[in-house]
């Protein structure tokens, strides 16, 4: 407690001394300004320019006006590079401090070589967002190492390798911002060093999946009983949505996405959408959390995926704690600096995304917290399973912004993925493009025994759709840990 009060006392006094050094001088009718007497410095407070005995700023560890951010006599006297044996990056002070050059911090940054990496032929899958890092290097250190926080997947086959850039930023001291005063580029590490980097596993946590949902558990001889008994209640879970009858609403809302048009009446509208532009999840699909993940989002996950065990039995899903496993990333980062750029939230302003096609992965920005996190994620794993936006007020897919921000599958959402992956249903078309199959509206009349008359209704009367609740669904909500 005493050397809290002595080091806030010693910044009274400093500000004490300037200001009464400024006292001074007006008194003394001194002129203030940058030419200095010999063996005085300039110093500059809140604003207000004025001299003090270079002793008594050296004592008082003043920073002057001479020891400029980007002065020349600290950046021409430190050393650095990139050791590309351990990947560290070290710089040599050469007995300097870089507080006393008015350098707030002093930063590694790691980007990737083409601003375009996520487009290339080949796609990265995402991992090169993990690769855009910014690094404080320490000032009180004569030779700072900073190890690189370099990353990679082993999407081999999928993930085309680029070369990374390396460079070095200080921040300058008395902004009320952090302001990068200069950059310097140190080096470019090449493609050949890539398969060096740290391979990137997902986030796991252990107590939240059911064993049946770990793609890659190894079970003991002693727990196979149990492993065997959790399985057969999995079995049970699928069989329970067997029942689960289908509904006219639910195909009218596949049969309609929204369109961006400003309005005086909104910013959004509906849209029809032939439901075989839908594409379905037709081989085995393994998430991966990578990133600033946190273990809520692990549980968001696995609620999700024990409603879907019964609404879509046709669906093969699960998670893994190894990278060879998942088919399907979700990679958790800020949206800020090169890489919101980069993924292109900073400048649409989203917060989320789902990269469709071949590319096939999720993007969340992980400065969310709550429930808003918790919907982000649903809705964007609802896209990889072939859902579109609405406007309902209750669905995980809403762009209806006035309305609660829905961390579950709703009733809408569910009756929707209940035909997306109904085990009556083949999908009989195929796109090359994608290499997913689709649905036909009138085959899922057909072949559900839908009323073409109901659906219609609903399509021309969309909203009303959205206010469908089906009782025989509420257990849905509840298995999600939602009580109506």
């Given at each position: 407690m005493a050397s809290v009060w002595?080091?806030?006392w010693g910044l009274f006094a400093v500000d004490e001394v300037g200001a009464s050094l400024t006292h001074i001088l007006?008194?003394?009718?001194?002129e203030i300004n940058s030419v200095l007497k010999p063996g005085y410095v300039m110093h500059e407070k809140n604003g207000v320019k004025f001299m003090i005995k270079s002793e008594t700023a050296?004592?008082?560890?003043?920073?002057?006006?001479?020891?400029?951010?980007?002065?020349?006599?600290?950046?021409?006297?430190?050393?650095?590079?990139?050791?590309?044996?351990?990947?560290e990056f070290v710089v040599d002070f050469?007995?300097?401090?870089?507080?006393?050059?008015k350098i707030r911090n002093l930063y590694v940054?790691?980007?990737?070589?083409s601003p375009d990496a996520a487009d290339w032929n080949h796609s990265t899958k995402g991992f090169e967002y993990h690769n855009f890092t910014k690094t404080l290097v320490p000032h009180y250190h004569d030779v700072a190492t900073v190890r690189l926080p370099l990353y990679k997947s082993n999407f081999a086959s999928l993930e085309k390798t680029y070369p990374l850039n390396i460079k070095l930023e200080a921040t300058s001291m008395g902004a009320s911002s952090s302001v990068a005063c200069v950059k310097e580029n140190v080096t470019t590490i090449p493609v050949e060093r890539f398969r060096d980097f740290e391979n990137m596993e997902p986030f796991f946590a252990d107590g939240i999946f059911e064993p049946y949902d770990i793609e890659n558990l190894q079970i003991e001889a002693s727990g196979e009983d149990a492993f065997i008994e959790k399985f057969m209640e999995y079995q049970d879970l699928r069989k329970s949505g067997a029942e689960l009858p289908s509904l006219e609403a639910g195909l009218a809302l596949l049969g309609k996405d929204l369109i961006f048009e400003p309005s005086n009446d909104g910013d959004y509208k509906w849209e029809d959408q032939p439901v075989s532009y839908?594409?379905?999840r037709n081989n085995k699909t393994v998430i991966g959390l990578y990133g600033d993940v946190i273990k809520s989002d692990l549980e968001d996950v696995n609620k999700m995926i024990q409603a879907l065990h019964v609404v879509a039995p046709g669906l093969d899903i699960s998670y893994s704690s190894e990278t060879k496993d998942v088919t399907l990333p979700i990679?958790?980062?800020?949206?800020?600096d090169k890489l919101g750029k980069h993924i292109g939230c900073k400048t649409e302003g989203f917060v989320g995304v789902y990269f469709?096609?071949?590319?096939?992965?999720?993007?969340?920005?992980?400065?969310?917290?709550?429930d808003y996190r918790s919907h982000i994620i649903i809705h964007e794993i609802g896209h990889a399973l072939g859902l579109g936006h609405n406007l309902c007020w209750t669905s995980a897919m809403t762009y209806e912004f006035s309305g609660p921000r829905v961390p579950y599958l709703s009733h809408i959402d569910l009756m929707q993925l209940q035909i997306l992956y109904h085990p009556d249903l083949t999908p009989t078309s195929y796109n090359y493009k994608t290499a997913k199959r689709s649905l036909g509206r009138q085959e899922v009349i057909n072949k559900l025994g839908l009323s073409e008359e109901r659906v219609a209704y609903y399509e021309d009367n969309i909203e009303e759709a959205c206010y469908q609740k089906p009782g025989v669904y509420d257990y849905l909500i509840e298995l999600q840990g939602i009580e109506n």
């Open positions: 002595i080091g806030s007006e008194k003394n009718d001194l050296e004592k008082m560890g003043v920073i002057t006006l001479e020891m400029e951010c980007d002065s020349e006599e600290f950046w021409d006297n430190i050393e650095y590079e990139v050791d590309l044996e351990t990947l050469n007995n300097l401090n870089y507080r006393d050059y940054i790691t980007e990737p070589y839908k594409l379905l990679h958790f980062t800020d949206c800020k469709a096609n071949f590319k096939d992965y999720i993007w969340i920005d992980s400065s969310k917290r709550g």
